[in-house]
C-alpha cells in the first residue's frame, strides 16, 4: 500500500513553532513515527511551503501511483480553491489531518474550505490526528 502525506506551509518548522500549539515533535520525527507505526505502508512525504507546488504535487498522482493521501494543507485549509480543486480531480482517497483543533481557536481557522472535498478530516490530536489519517485510509482499503 502506497501513501503520500503532504505537509503544507510552515509544518517544516514544526518542534520550534508554537510547540504550546503544535507539538514539539519535528516533522521529520513525525514522519519517522509512520513510518514504524505502518511498516506495511509505502510512505512518499512532500513538505512545501508554496500553494502551486502542493497543487503540481497532487496534479502529478496519476491513478494507482498511491492508495491514498493524507494532507496536512497548513494554513491554506482555510482559504486555497485552489488546492480544494486539485484535490476533487482525485480518484483516491483524501484525508484532511489538522494537528490542532482548528475549530477551537481564531475565527479565521473555523473554516476549511478544504473539508468537503476530502473523505474525511482530523483535527486536534497533535501528530496522532497523522496516524489516524494513515489509519482511516489503510482500512478504507483493506474495507475493515
Ligand atoms: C494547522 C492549522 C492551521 O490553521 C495552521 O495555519 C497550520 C497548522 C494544524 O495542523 O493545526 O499551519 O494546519
Partial sequence: MKILVIHGPNLNLLGKREPAIYGEMTLEQV??????????????????????EI?????SIVEFDFDGVVINPGAFTHYSYAIRDAISALKIPVVE??????????DFRRHSVIAPVCRGHIAGFGYLSYILGVESIVKLKKGT
Fill in 97 to 106: 489531518v489538522h494537528l490542532s483543533n482548528i475549530y477551537a481557536r481564531e
Fill in 55 to 59: 497543487i503540481d504535487k497532487l496534479n
Fill in 31 to 52: 514522519n519517522q513515527i509512520l513510518i514504524s507505526e505502518f511498516p506495511d505502508v509505502e510512505f512518499e512525504f512532500f513538505q512545501s511551503n508554496h500553494e502551486g
